[in-house]
């Protein structure tokens, strides 16, 4: 066995309160490719910690028949500040209370630092494992003070040493998705297929925000774009949308661990001896840009119903809910919610009492909405 375990302390909050992360790793790097994955960076979307303990016994399993070729590293919990934010009862994991910012914004870019070391004469002849090198030692010379800085520095040094990285997530109530950058189209697809997710939400270079994947596909992405790599050579990084909060089943954590193990043994750093089925495979997986994405809002209060679910094809100015009115002048008075786009429903609200301009739903887009900002994609709720 090859089994090696992690723990990464962070900066004590307060007195007598101690943090870390921790990592699994399995295999070895020298031996060939590396993965890395995580769970719970938003410490209230529960789905992934279920699925990845599913996939550790599975890898403790593979790694003792000598099956694991490459680096497997898998960090269970990616955010043990979060986990602790209870507000009366229910986990407040999604924003920090420090400063009230999204835990998975404001990661480290690093494409301005490959850029510059692109410019430098030998910044185009380096290999890639020179490259992985590049990305590590440059994240390691940056500071950090508090434990989430510390915790979301840590994150970025361990998993861009890795050739593939993948987040897991969910949203409220919402169909399987992937997030990717628009350099690894054929990798998503090819993600999005296993995962038996229909929807990959393909992100332009610059689509701002600095979400945890970005660390991962800035670097990459920006070796890529000037031409020193292919796609199949360059990194690859994704956020996975494991469904809805309310999914977490051993059901679907069997499926979804047993196909994460598919995609590793696709991308040669693992050996199945009998390849699971998946009639996934042959799943038509739906493209859309990011510019595409329309978060249509709640007009008013009230109680929301839904007219649409998620993976529901929508058109423009097609009703996808209505808000019924509690302090309406009438009775069950109803305020429609307006498709934006043409495309499809992918996310819609867990809570049904909603507030004005609350999110009612996300909707992909099969072109990009008027008026988008293509710097600043990825809002902050």
């Not at 960090?75 to 986990?91: D, H, K, T």
């Amino acid at each position: 066995m090859t089994y090696r375990r992690l723990d990464i302390p962070l900066p004590s909050p307060a007195p007598g309160v101690s943090l870390n992360l921790l990592a699994h790793q399995f295999g070895n790097r020298t031996n060939g490719r590396s993965a890395y994955l995580h769970a719970g960076l938003h410490a209230d979307e529960h789905p992934g910690l279920l699925v990845l303990q599913n996939l550790l016994d599975k890898l403790q399993k593979l790694d003792a028949a000598g099956a694991i070729s490459g680096l497997v590293t898998v960090v269970p919990y990616a955010n043990p500040i979060g986990m602790s934010q209870r507000l009366f009862g229910p986990i407040a994991g999604r924003f920090d209370f420090e400063n009230g910012e999204n835990f998975n914004r404001n990661f480290p870019l690093l494409n301005d630092h490959v850029d510059a070391h692109i410019a430098k004469a030998r910044g185009r002849t380096i290999t890639r494992d020179e490259w992985r090198t590049t990305f590590a030692q440059t994240l390691a010379g940056l500071p950090a003070t508090s434990p989430t800085q510390t915790m979301k520095l840590e994150l970025a040094k361990l998993s861009v040493q890795h050739d593939i990285v993948l987040d897991l997530h969910c949203d409220t109530d919402c169909i399987a998705h992937i997030y990717a950058s628009e350099l690894q189209l054929d990798r998503a697809t090819a993600l999005a297929r296993t995962m038996a997710a229909p929807v990959v939400l393909i992100e332009p270079r610059d689509a701002g925000g600095g979400a945890f994947d970005q660390v991962h596909s800035s670097a990459w992405g920006t070796v890529q774009a000037a031409g020193l790599l292919s796609q199949a050579e360059s990194g690859f990084s994704a956020s996975i949308e494991l469904r809805g909060q309310a999914d977490v089943n051993d059901e679907l954590a069997e499926s979804d661990s047993t196909n994460l193990l598919r995609f590793l043994a696709s991308e040669n750093l693992l050996t199945l001896e009998t390849p699971p089925a998946n009639d996934a495979d042959a799943l038509p997986v739906a493209v859309f840009p990011l510019e595409g994405a329309s978060h249509v809002q709640c007009p008013c209060a009230g109680i929301i119903v839904y007219r649409k679910a998620p993976g529901d094809r929508v058109r423009v100015g097609e009703v996808v809910a209505e808000i019924v009115r509690l302090d309406g002048s009438g009775f069950n008075e109803r305020v429609p919610v307006l498709s934006t786009v043409d495309g499809q429903m992918i996310v819609r609200q867990l809570q049904k009492l909603v507030r004005p301009g609350q999110r009612a739903a996300l909707l992909a887009g099969e072109r990009p909405v008027r008026g988008m900002d293509k710097g600043s994609l990825l809002l902050d709720f």
